[in-house]
């Protein structure tokens, strides 16, 4: 088996950080932890972060570490991402990605204890004897790297993912009604996704692979690098350079941007250069802006301070359960908490989580109101909020919340 480990840097990834280990976040194509399940060939057996997750649960995410990790387990540096085509020696024990160890297996077993706080390296537990191998890949030293790196990882993922799912190609068969394949890259179809007529794919600079049920809706163009996840709907716009998880739905203009899975963008409006986690819904006609008037590179709020991201191109980082009122606009490099639900025409750069209302400053947004209002929207894609996952966000809610803020009625 091999451990997910999420470091102290990985654990200032906000707004992410506060409701999800990073291995369940979105890099590329696939989630952190597949990406390290495929290299590795075998299955994540727990994840270690901060304590506030110890209850997290969702879908086949691997639970959180409480007890010993035995010795010859493999601890993986979550914000290393191993390209999907390496090929790994059988006989390693560290596994280097630019000079840093990424992973390393085990030679003695390890209390998890030694990870609690996320200070520990893991060069403090390789075996200096044992085999290293230099790996390919990226890694995430900033939370905007998601972003960064998105159009390289999803070039390098969508033809290993192709193979190792049996995707067929599409084809230009050129007929009237046909879905019209245009550029030298080719479009990958899981069995079970559809691509109505007079739908477009655009490959000039990359490929595009839908996986089993999505569907992309007539008069809607796809322009790869792309991939649209299982159950996912793509409807009548230009979706471009993008990674969609899971069950989401997508209309209006889509641009570099990552959907971790169970999202709703169901209208109009321009989302570009952002990262929205799961469970967020957009309301009609909300915006993000991505580029400065000056051209200059976006500054971004982070728990160390505002910092200058280096990228001139930055939308917004939507936390988990995030939702936006109708005709929302989103300035340059903004941050939207878990559990944010605003109104108001141009929020600040930075929301807190759980923030509620129609105007900085915000409300706190009500702990059993959140609840009931999470259960209702997980039940409409048929996911319960069971007791574990409620417990964590009773937590979580409690640790994010101010006593000045009080809550709507």
């Known amino acids: 088996m091999f451990v997910l480990y999420d470091d102290a840097v990985a654990r200032r990834f906000e707004p992410f950080a506060t409701s999800r280990p990073l291995g369940e976040m979105r890099a590329g194509a696939p989630l952190v932890r597949e990406r390290w399940a495929h290299v590795l060939a075998r299955d994540a057996g727990g994840f270690v972060s901060r304590d506030s997750l110890g209850d997290f649960a969702e879908f086949d995410a691997p639970p959180f570490m409480r007890e010993e990790i035995p010795r010859g387990a ?31 297996r085990l030679h003695r077993s390890l209390p998890v204890g030694a990870l609690a706080d996320g200070s520990a390296s893991l060069e403090s537990m390789a075996d200096a004897a044992a085999p290293h191998e230099p790996i390919d890949g990226v890694w995430l030293d900033e939370v905007w790297d ?66 089993r049920g999505a569907s992309v809706h007539a008069f809607t163009r796809v322009a790869g690098p792309c991939f649209v996840g ?51 819904n957009l309301g009609a006609g909300t915006v993000t802006s991505n580029l400065k008037n000056t051209y200059g590179t976006v500054a971004l709020w982070t728990p160390d301070g505002v910092r200058d991201t280096g990228l001139q191109f930055l939308g917004t980082l939507f936390g988990d359960h995030a939702k936006t009122g109708i005709g929302l606009r989103l300035t340059t490099g903004c941050v939207l908490g878990a559990g944010a639900n605003v109104m108001d025409a141009m929020p600040p750069k930075m929301v807190e989580a759980f923030s509620w209302g129609t105007a900085a400053p915000y409300q706190t947004y009500a702990l059993d109101k959140f609840i009931e209002a999470a259960t209702r929207v997980m039940s409409r894609r048929g996911v319960a909020l069971d007791v574990p996952l409620e417990r964590m966000w009773r937590t979580i809610h409690a640790e994010n919340t101010h006593a000045a803020r009080h809550s709507p009625r």
């Open 230 to 280: 299982r159950d996912s709907t793509v409807m009548a716009d230009r979706v471009s350079g993008s990674s969609i998880g899971d069950v989401c739905r997508v209309h209006g203009e889509l641009s570099a941007a990552i959907l971790v899975g169970h999202s709703n963008k169901g209208h109009d409006g321009f989302v570009g250069h952002s990262v929205m986690g799961r469970w967020v």
């Open 74 to 104: 493999i601890v993986v540096n979550t914000r290393a991402l191993p390209h999907l085509g390496t090929a790994i020696t059988p006989a390693t024990a560290t596994w280097t990605l630019h000079g840093r160890v990424a992973a390393v």
């Open 146 to 211: 998601l972003v960064r790196h998105l159009n390289q990882l999803l070039v390098q993922d969508l033809p290993v993912l192709a193979s190792s799912l049996r995707c067929r190609a599409l084809e230009d068969d050129s007929g009237t009604r046909s879905p019209a394949v245009i550029g030298s890259h080719p479009v990958w179809v899981e069995d079970g996704a559809n691509a109505e007529p007079f739908s477009i794919f655009d490959t000039t600079l990359g490929p595009v692979l839908l996986r």
